[in-house]
């Protein structure tokens, strides 16, 4: 018995052997395990099915029941495809005219645009909740039809405080023309422009009878527009051959309404995810020495530098000179030590 015992050891200490062995564990053990999750008897061993979500299996004496949770899956990949322009769309009470090829394409191109920068979309409807509700009221005051606030989108981006894209340039006809989504020189004029502004789209409006073309003048100035409609032979803006920005200003802004109006079904922000307006108060501040700096004034105002600033982009300098001036500070903070 010693000899076939130590024959049997001397057979294990060969690689082959060891090897085999081995192997043949591994696999008894993955057996064991797969029969394990399933369920079924194997080697001696009883194991319940997973009990169904309607109710548990009776179990009988010496069974064990396992529960295997069930596995979650990742969703499938959302795509821009997705999304599909509506078969209807309109601005400013007039009809988009999708049946036409071009037009349709113009559009879609500017809506995939949006929508490819996510996160650059996301954060211009969050900033729409601040600087909405003020123009909102200045358009309906002058008249003008709300869905000219998706200009601020396009231009000024809804900067902190409420602007609009243009002023006037050297004369009624002439405008300086700003890159769609660039800052416009009339950041650091906001407020005073706004009135010229109304003005202007009421005026453009008047001469064109249209809207897409009475942006289209906003944009690059009614004799142009009037010199290219003539030159061309046609009457709507959705005709014209022009330079690149103006030929995709208006399709922008189209579609820039149909995504910031449903910031919920385009890019998943509700009501209360949008940035609140910054509630504000107008004070008079007295510089007596020859210039003052924004930080002591602020300190004064029981502000900071920083939110100043944002709320006074007419400011050019780090300092004020002496004279009077008009500034605005967030109304809880007014009197604030």
Not at 132 to 147: I, Y
Request: glycine share 6%; charged share 20%.
């Amino acid at each position: 018995m010693q000899y076939f015992f130590l024959r049997f050891i001397q057979v294990l200490q060969h690689p082959r052997v060891r090897s085999a062995l081995l192997l043949f564990i591994g696999i008894a053990l993955g057996v064991e395990l797969m029969s394990f999750i399933g369920g079924r008897p194997f080697f001696g061993h009883h194991v319940a099915k997973a009990a169904p979500s309607l109710g548990a299996p009776e179990i009988e004496d010496g069974q064990q029941l396992i529960v295997i949770p069930e596995v979650q899956r990742e969703p499938r990949t959302r795509f821009l495809s997705a999304f599909q322009l509506p078969e209807r769309l309109t601005f400013a009470g007039q009809s988009v005219p999708l049946d036409n090829w071009q037009v349709r394409e113009r559009i879609e191109y500017e809506f995939y645009q949006f929508l490819a920068d996510e996160g650059q979309s996301v954060i211009l409807a969050k900033r729409s909740g601040r600087c909405f509700p003020q123009f909102e009221q200045q358009l309906a005051a002058a008249g003008l039809p709300d869905d000219l606030k998706y200009l601020l989108l396009l231009d000024s981006q809804c900067p902190n405080t409420v602007s609009v894209p243009y002023h006037s340039q050297r004369g009624t006809s002439q405008r300086r023309l700003t890159r769609a989504g660039s800052v416009p020189l009339s950041r650091r004029q906001l407020e005073l422009s706004v009135d010229n502004t109304m003005a202007r789209l009421t005026t453009a409006k008047a001469k064109t009878g249209d809207w897409f073309l009475a942006v289209a003048a906003y944009l690059a100035g009614e004799d142009h527009v009037q010199k290219a409609l003539t030159e061309q032979r046609v009457q709507e803006y959705w005709k014209l051959s022009d330079t690149r920005e103006m030929m995709r200003y208006v399709p922008r802004l189209i579609a820039a309404k149909e995504i910031y109006s449903h910031p919920d079904r385009y890019l998943g922000l509700d009501k209360q995810d949008l940035y609140a307006p910054v509630v504000t108060e107008t004070v008079t501040v007295q510089v007596t020495e020859p210039k003052r700096h924004l930080a002591a004034i602020a300190n004064d105002l029981g502000t900071y530098y920083l939110e100043l600033r944002l709320l006074n982009p007419q400011i050019t300098h780090d300092s004020l000179p002496r004279g009077t001036h008009t500034l605005k500070v967030a109304k809880q903070r007014v009197g604030a030590p």
